[in-house]
């Protein structure tokens, strides 16, 4: 949001405050106030402050952790433009280097002994999360659809909410979620963010699904992670025949802050259109 952005700016002064400098006055919308006399102890260690990763669900979001060097929480073809931007701003190899290493995808996941068995869980769990949110979707929509207008149309319920979120998701075999996973690592991910957590916990058959599914991903997925070497040829023509994630589809809001619906890369669904989110990007 505006006011996040906001908030940011002034903390990142906040810190950059060296023993010397003036005292610095702050006022966000009368919300946070307040004047900084002394440093900011204990001084940020990193060169450039503390390590943040910044969820880019915008090409606005994108634009702002390049520029400002931080790591992203980014979704498949956005990687490269991310590594591109970093550079265009002017940062160090070594900078650029550390934000990558941070840069991170998300997957979820249901692993199951076989692909037919794992869809059919991750179905029934996607359906029980659906119901579940469905009242507080609604209660969103009352007190905040004024957003809603800036932003993608709300896909957390109603029709076709359980298939448009289940394309985000990574299901089926071990072997199967590690060919799924293998692909972000080959299109130059150094970090996977791995979730298990599609239930809605209030029953015990659903806790015991994700149980399961955790420990064969432990068990059966992770020797195979641990032991694979990306195969970045293979990851750029992945790239090249990837498009966006839909959240960069249109003109972005002006505030950088359009929620994704959910997919991610290499999952079980499609995306948008690479083109779309660059021409959105170089804006």
């Excluded at 089926?172 to 239930?199: A, H, K, W």
Aim: with cysteine.
């Amino acid at each position: 949001t505006e006011l996040h952005d906001e908030v940011f700016d002034v903390v990142m002064q906040l810190w950059d405050k060296a023993p010397d400098d003036p005292p610095i006055e702050f006022n966000v919308r009368d919300i946070y106030q307040g004047t900084l006399y002394q440093r900011i102890m204990p001084a940020p260690f990193r060169e450039g402050g503390p390590l943040i990763k910044l969820a880019c669900t915008s090409p606005a979001r994108l634009d702002k952790a390049a520029r400002y060097g931080w790591s992203g929480y980014v979704f498949g073809p956005m990687l490269p433009i991310f590594e591109q931007k970093l550079a265009e701003y002017g940062h160090s190899p070594e900078r650029i280097d550390a934000a990558l290493e941070w840069t991170s995808s998300g997957a979820n996941i249901v692993v199951a002994e076989t692909d037919e068995e794992a869809k059919a869980q991750a179905l029934t769990m996607m359906s029980a999360r659906v119901a579940s949110t469905e009242p507080y979707q609604a209660l969103v929509d009352q007190h905040l659809g004024w957003m809603r207008k800036r932003e993608m149309p709300n896909r957390g319920s109603g029709p076709g909410a359980v298939e448009a979120q289940l394309r985000g998701v990574h299901y089926g075999s071990p072997q199967t979620v590690f060919e799924q996973l293998r692909d972000i690592l080959d299109m130059g991910y150094r970090e996977i963010n791995v979730g298990c957590d599609l239930g809605t916990y209030e029953d015990a058959a659903g806790i015991d699904a994700t149980k399961r599914s955790l420990r064969l991903f432990l068990d059966e997925v992770m020797p195979l992670l641990d032991g694979y070497v990306p195969d970045r040829a293979r990851g750029a023509e992945l790239l090249a025949n990837m498009p966006a994630p839909p959240m960069m589809a249109g003109p972005p809001p002006a505030d950088g802050d359009a929620r994704p619906p959910g997919a991610g890369p290499g999952g079980n669904g499609d995306h948008g259109s690479v083109g779309d989110f660059e021409a959105q990007s170089a804006r």
